[in-house]
Structure formats: C-alpha cells, structure tokens
C-alpha cells in the first residue's frame, strides 16, 4: 500500500486556481515527511526561466556555492513545454524555498499541471527533475537526520480532465520504481506545533594555508562541520524539561471521574512550546594533546539567531527535537551562503574584515496558518521582501515579523588596527586548558550562555600576517 498524503484545504484552492490559467506549470511540493503519513503545507509554481545563469548559479561541481537570486529578464521567451524546462531551473527554485522554511517543513516533491499528452510525453523529464532537486538540496549538506525518508511525491494535473495522479519515488535510488500514494484533501485547519528558541553563537573557524584555493563559503561549510557535530549531539529541553524521545509530543491527560476513578482522557491543546538548547562542552575523553596547524586566516561567527520549527500534533518528541536542531543548522547555512553570495572576499588582504550577515524575518503561510521566513540585509526594504517572498512562494503577504535586529553596533564594527583585532581574535580562539580536571561532562545552555548580547549575527574574517 502507498504513502498516504495529507494536504492542507488552501492547497486545494491554488490548484483551482492554477488549472483556471489553461497553462502548463510545474513547481515544489513543501511539507514534512514522517514515517506513518506526510503532510503537505502548500505547493508553489516555479516562476518562469528570466536568465540562463542557472548552470552558474547551481555549479555542476561540488563547490558548495549557493543558488543566486533570480534577476529579471523579461525578454527571455517560456519554454514551449514541461521537456524544453531545465530542470536546473526548477532545483534553483527549490534550493531558495528551502533556505525560507523554518525546521521541520522541507521540499518534499513536485507538482505538474498540463494537458495530457505533454504529460504522458514528459514522464522521464519529471522523474529527472525529481531526482535534481533532491541531489541540490542535499548536496553539501551537513546535517543529515537519521532515519531519514528518501521517498519524494510526484503529482500531476491534467488540465482536461481536472484528474490527478498522485505516486512516490525513491530519489535516492535513480533506478527506483513508481509507488501510489493517496493525496487526500483535509477540510479545517491542520494542527500544527510551533517550537521556538534561540541560541547564541561563538563559533572560531581556522582557515588552513592549504584551502587557499577554496571559496569562502566552503572554507565556512568545512569550519562549521564540528559545530554541526554538537549540534546534532545537544540536549534538547521542552518547557524546561528533557522528555522520552519516543513519548508523543502532545500528551493525554487522563480526567479522573465520580469517586476519584480513572476517567476519559483530555488531549493538551498547547499548540506552542518553549525549547532550551543545550550544546555539550568537550568531555574529558574527546580531550587530546594540542596539534600545530599552520592557517591563513580565523573566521569568527558570532551572535544570536532566532530558532523556530513546526511539526504535526501527533509527532513525537524525537521528531520535535529533530526539527529544532535541523532549524538551527539550516537558518546558519542559509546566512553564510547568502553574506558570500552578497560580499566579494578576495585573497591576499591584511587585516581584519566584519561582515553583517542577513537577518531573519517571519511572516505567515495564508490559511494554513504556518510561517515561512526571509533573510533580509540592512539596506534592504520591507517592500522588496514582500516581493521576494511573492516571486518564490506565490503569496500575498502584509506583515513581517521582525524577531531579529541590525547585528552590530558601532563599537562592534570599529576596529582600531590589525593587531588589535588580531589579539581580540586570539583570545576568542584560545586553545582550551588539557587539564582534565577543568573539562566537565556537562551541557552548556545555549539559550543562556554567550559572549555577545546582539541579536544577530556577525561574522568577522581576519586574515593572518608574519607578526
């Protein structure tokens, strides 16, 4: 038997909407994959081709560089047909909507609408964008869920008849088979839980002599691999308390009926929980003598961001601290790729340089009630978010939450001369004391520890010299 797919009713309505245009579309799918069912959000049409820089933006090596914004070209003509689209285009699209999703909802398929006889002519090509997709957004990746579902939907609308097909695919596996799966409707709004956090951020990433020839960003991607390890091996606090994983994250409480008796069971209705993120010191067994490294220059990511995921009343709390700690890593990536995307650091200079990178704003998924997130630079305006979010994810939106705010003050950027930056740098990068008796086995409360009170983040880069 296959998958069975639950879709938000708003779903419902874009589709309408999109077979009324008598046009061929083809776009991601976003929700959340669990292992008894998937819940579909919202779908959005990828916006048409507009410069043929995609081969640039996606980068056929591993590189790690990220996807550039699309930049209008009005000129540019639409393909004729689903076949005659570049499937680097449609993963463009999905790398960007994946950087705007808060933890726990991800890309999770794609959709088609056409007549049918371009969709019976377009099947290997459908399977072919699937598969490209998956490949780019997990390329480089380096937080990978455990148990992960490698399983992705492909839907398809015939303009003809209004009929859908709905079937799943293994897109790990190129040679994978069809499998149907069911895509159910569901009328009224869908329960969802919102976990929130922050945490703060002090993260010293050495720069070895010999990755001159790296980009920044992947010189970032392989600093932040330990980082990322403690991430994935943090404590995760739920209202204050560390639960079973395997509990369901919505517990029934049991009513006690007429003589103090065991009655009916009453469902939590708490649709929103407060989690504390505990990051592990260095335990005395991972301590090990110094080793020399010869380094061109230190990068220095600093701050406090803004954590914030979603999953489905009936998850568990293991699915809750997933998503929590997947939010944490992908709101990270998504800043760093976008500040390299933004600013050109060249080789060869002296001195210490101070990046400001985006900040993050929140906004609301109409009807589902979901909120979707962009990252915004200090001489952006709100107006250009609105069409940002518009261009990628097809919706209106009114208003931004602003949960984070300009990232350094005048005395974080002044830095009087290179060496002292340099000596503020070193000791933020210390070597840590190998007497064992100073390394506890304990958690440090991210949410509460923290060399910084700003509530961004900032990134410095300080470039190595003879003194």
Known sequence: MGRSIIVDQGVEMYVDKLLKENKWFVGVIIGQLTA??????????????????????????????????????????????????????????????????????????????????????????????????????????????????????????????????????????LKSATRPAEWKYQSGESK?????????????????????AQSLLKQIQVGLVDFCGSVRRSIIAIEGSIRDPGEPLIVQAEKKGKGGKGGNTATDTKNSYDVTIFLPFLSSESSSDPTSTLSQSTINIMGTTIVRAYVSAKASVSDAVEAIKMDVVRSLMARCELLCEEFNVTEGKQGSEVYDPPVRLFCQLPRCGLEVCDYVFQDEKQEEVRERIKELLDVEVEELEETEKSAADDDTWSCPSSLSCMSSHQSLVAPLTTNKKAIAKAYLGAAIGGLVAITATWISYLYMTDQ
């Open 36 to 173: 008894q069912r998937d819940y579909v959000v919202h779908i959005v049409r990828t916006p048409d081709p507009v410069e043929d820089e995609v081969s640039e933006e996606n980068g056929d090596d591993d590189s790690g560089d990220a996807v550039k914004s699309f930049k209008k070209n009005p000129a540019l003509e639409r393909p004729g047909s689903l076949e005659q689209l570049d499937e680097k285009w449609v993963s463009t699209h999905a790398k960007q909507v994946s950087r705007m999703l808060p933890g726990g909802l991800n890309v999770i398929g794609l959709f088609a609408i056409a007549p049918p006889v371009m969709l019976k002519n377009s099947q290997s090509k459908l399977r072919q964008m699937l598969y490209s997709v998956y490949k780019h957004l997990n390329r480089n990746i380096v937080f990978v869920t455990p148990g992960e579902i490698t399983d992705r939907i492909l839907l398809q609308l015939d303009t003809s008849t209004k009929k859908f097909t709905c079937v799943t695919i293994d897109a790990s596996d």
């Open 192 to 212: 969802w839980v919102r976990l929130s956090s922050q945490i703060n951020l002090d993260i010293p990433i050495t720069v070895p002599v010999d990755s001159k």
